[in-house]
């Protein structure tokens, strides 16, 4: 049965009641899980349903605008509950299908995310409301029995002043020192590596190269490397202890593939 509209200008004061005032249908649903203390990953549909209906019908009661956010929401919720409600085909009672209410709690905590955050601010806005600044106020000539006597300042005086202030620069940033790079090329580590390597023994490859003494000679090792073996000079294995190990091969360096190495 329907429930006519309420003349609220014809009730005694004393009758008047206030609805809580929410922000939206969200609000209204973290309010219900709220009161009802229930998880909110955990929702019991049914229930919450129900009450978001009667809040709806109490609004249409108190003759208060239901925004079609709300109306949006119930259908949902509606649609929720009947999905509950029905019984599982007996091929998805092993717990496979996807709990239908997955959408509404991302949802739910994504807004409730939101609203602490906003709450969060709220209270610094409010804090901050409370500080109060200095006004600006222009600033008074001393007076005459406050002042300081000056004295004059000669040309020698100016010229000290700037000799003390470049001789703490020169302590303060002394000259950078200049370091002489080391450089190491790809020739001199090919033939070092060819000194090295035995047709019998393995060669670490990895041990190699961290035993050289920088980034640059362990780069120009690794490039010697790969000439070594494009000129077929070594054969690499790699062990299931994952070393790398290089074998010198018969073949013998060529005067003019020597020469070709470059860098």
Known sequence: MDIPAIDRTSLPEAWQVQLPVFEGPLDLLLHLIKINEVEIKDIPV???????DEYLHLMEVFDLDVAAEYIYEAAVLIHLKSRMLLPRPSGEEDGSEEDPRRELVERLLEYQRIKEAAQSLGELHSLREGLWTRLPQSLDLVEAEDSVELEEVSLFDLLGALKEVLARYDRDHPDPMHIRRESFSVRSQFERLMSLLDRDRPHDLLAD????????EAVATFLAILELARLNLVRLHRTEQGEILLYRTPKEVQAHELEAIQG
């Open 209 to 216: 190269l961290r035993g050289r003494s920088c980034r640059a």
């Open 46 to 52: 049914v229930m919450i349903c129900d009450q978001f």
